[in-house]
């Protein structure tokens, strides 16, 4: 048994919470905001985990620029502004304008710009240097020096003695190359109002060739748009930071999945990679079920008391918890994502090719629960809240999977989750006097004891899982102790008023800045607003969409991963954290999981129905959504200002379900 991947032991994560990311998967570059890569910290151009290219600075006319903006022009781009004055006007204007436009892929474009009305010949200067390091190893503070440099045609390459090699070219050729100090030289001629541009590639060998992009076709080319226009900005930001995110499965290339997130998790994340394909089902069901083949292919096979796990590592759960495993999350994840893609349009064949991975998962999970019904993460530890959860949605919409594909067992899955109802209605619910009615418990410790912490991890028990005809599968609560839970969600102690908190303000070792035991994580905020939508709480699930859509504004409408949970006040803005990634895939997949709700899309493709159940009191106004996938065709849907849902297209096989 225990077979969890143990989490690799490191010194604290150096922030970046001030830089500047772009990202392509497997590229990324990390830049300070003005735009000169000195070689500290972080900063370079990474490709699939290695800095091929640290340093980057720039000098015209022996000066270096003076900062004036650096800001994301997108998730795989960057644009900094700067000025120079040359000292041959007199007065504090600048003469000369720079713009840099730096791309995740290693391309960067310097553009020279001549404001004054004389003729400048501008001595340029790019210094250019490497270490060729590991991420893991810068991010450690365990880089190396610089390499020496040699000449490489129209640029500079670097070399270790393991074999790893970077080359930056430059188009227009450098005038001079000076490999002993790393630097090119050009002597620009600019005409009154006339511009120059200097092109840099950085690539990994010498033949400069571009990594391959992401599958075609996995993320449809949807939008949104509506009365409160940060509703556009959001959903587009989000697709373009998920499409930044896809990698290629190196055992499958033509399969896709989201990689955690940038810079410290770019690479497959079994939970977070479920996780935000299933909140990506309306872009399509591409993603889901490429994702699912490429976690097929590593789930443990044989007869051990593992066999039927996808393997995971494990995350930290706070102050009050061990860690827990991502593994066993994603294997429970494993049939709810495949069963809700059948319902979006999963082709029968692919969800066939799909299905003894998820009988393997549920085998699992029958071998792992306890004598007392609960499932222990990790085992012979405690019995969480939303493991329960997660086993409860695995079971239901799994018997929902077996049932569809003419397979047995249902049943049985269909009575354990019943029995367990019964029993965490019984062990976990912690009930107390006053208005609050009682909260479910976060964990149960190995001895039965509960753990009386409120936790976002309780915004699980409302994400129940879509079976056929648009309904929801039954939750783990009867309807008294979903409106208390729901009543608790949408109270000041789990609403910062940006979001969710990950433990509500009042418990013991509340950190508004701990991963798991404050802060907000726009995942279970997502879940929540969902969640209660479905649960038919309207007020509390607009209250919690609110606050995240205006962090999102505040954020540039991209989330970080987490971000600090301090009360929402007047004037006030969301603290970032400083070690998060951002991008990340469940924070951008968020973005969609909420709009859609707000739309109330629920789909069942198999039976040719789709049902609208927009959110009440349409708390965004008039919204459209378009270019979403169901049933395999193009999708667009409009709530009105009243709250009323229209199909405005749909496959011709899809019938509004009444």
């Not at 340029?124 to 020496?148: F, K, Q, S």
């Not at 939508?533 to 606050?547: I, M, P, S, T, W």
């Amino acid at each position: 048994m225990a077979h969890p991947v143990p989490p690799a032991r490191r010194p604290e994560l150096p922030p970046v919470h001030g830089a500047v990311i772009c990202v392509a998967a497997p590229c990324l570059v990390i830049s300070p905001e003005h735009g000169q890569l000195t070689g500290r910290g972080l900063e370079g151009i990474y490709r699939s985990g290695r800095r091929l290219l640290s340093r980057c600075l720039l000098r015209v006319a022996g000066r270096d620029p003076v900062a004036v903006q650096g800001r994301s022009l997108g998730a795989d781009r960057a644009g900094f502004t700067a000025t120079v004055r040359t000292g041959a006007e007199a007065g504090p204007d600048p003469d000369i304008g720079v713009e840099r436009v730096r791309h995740a892929d290693g391309t960067e474009r310097i553009t020279l710009r001549n404001f004054t009305a004389r003729r400048h010949r501008l001595p340029v200067e790019i210094a250019l240097g490497t270490d060729l390091a590991d991420l893991a190893a810068v991010a450690a503070g365990r880089a190396g020096p610089e390499l020496p440099a040699g000449v490489h045609t129209s640029g500079l390459r670097w070399s270790t003695d393991g074999g790893a090699e970077a080359v930056t070219t430059a188009d227009p050729p450098p005038d001079d190359a000076l490999a002993s100090a790393g630097l090119l030289r050009w002597e620009l001629d600019l005409a009154p109002g006339e511009a120059r541009t200097i092109e840099l590639r950085t690539a990994q060998d010498r033949a400069g060739r571009a990594p391959a992009g992401p599958a075609a076709g996995t993320l449809s080319e949807a939008r949104a748009e509506g009365d409160d226009p940060r509703a556009e900005e959001w959903f587009r930001t989000s697709v373009a930071d998920l499409r930044a995110l896809l990698l290629r499965d190196p055992s499958g290339p033509l399969d896709a999945f989201l990689a955690g997130g940038a810079p410290w998790r770019l690479g497959m994340a079994p939970a977070e990679s479920l996780w935000a394909a299933r909140m990506a089902l309306p872009l399509g069901t591409g993603l889901a079920a490429a994702t699912l083949r490429v976690l097929a292919r590593t789930q443990i096979t044989g007869r051990g008391p593992d066999a039927g796990m996808i393997p995971g590592p494990l995350r930290g759960a706070g102050p009050q918890l061990p860690p827990g495993c991502t593994g066993t999350e994603a294997t429970l994840a494993f049939p709810v994502v495949l069963a809700e893609a059948r319902r979006w349009g999963l082709p029968e064949a692919e969800a066939a090719g799909l299905l003894p991975a998820a009988e393997r998962c549920l085998d699992w999970l029958r071998a792992r629960l306890g004598e007392d019904g609960f499932l222990a993460d990790p085992a012979a530890g405690p019995r969480r809240c939303e493991t329960q959860a997660h086993v409860h949605r695995a079971a239901l919409l799994g018997a929902d999977l077996l049932d569809s594909c003419g397979r047995p067992g249902a049943g049985e899955w269909r009575d354990r989750a019943a029995a367990l109802r019964e029993r965490f209605r019984a062990e976990f619910w912690i009930e107390a006097d006053g208005p609050s009615g009682g909260r479910p418990a976060a964990a149960l410790h190995p001895d039965g004891r509960p753990l009386p912490r409120l936790t976002a991890a309780a915004a699980h028990l409302l994400d129940t899982g879509l079976l056929g005809g648009g309904t929801f599968a039954p939750g783990l609560l009867d309807p008294v102790r979903t409106e208390h839970l729901a009543r608790l969600l949408g109270a000041p102690p789990m609403d910062s008023g940006w979001g969710l908190r990950s433990m509500a303000a009042r418990e013991p070792g509340h950190n508004p800045f701990g991963h798991r035991s404050g802060a907000v994580r726009p995942q279970d905020t997502a879940v929540a607003v969902a969640g209660l939508a479905a649960a038919g709480f309207g007020k509390e699930a607009a209250g919690l969409l609110r606050g995240l859509l205006d962090a999102a504004e505040h954020f540039g409408y991209r989330l970080p991963e987490m971000y600090a949970a301090e009360q929402r006040t007047a004037g006030s803005a969301p603290l970032p954290h400083p070690a998060a990634c951002r991008p990340a895939s469940v924070a951008a997949a968020a973005g969609i999981h909420v709009l859609a709700a707000v739309i109330g899309v629920r789909p069942d493709a198999p039976a040719g129905t789709v049902t609208l159940a927009p959110l009440a009191g349409a708390p965004l106004g008039a919204l459209r959504l378009s270019g979403l996938r169901v049933a395999g065709e193009p999708f667009a849907v409009r709530v009105s200002r009243m709250g009323l849902g229209m199909v405005e297209e749909a496959a011709d096989a899809l019938q509004l379900a009444t």
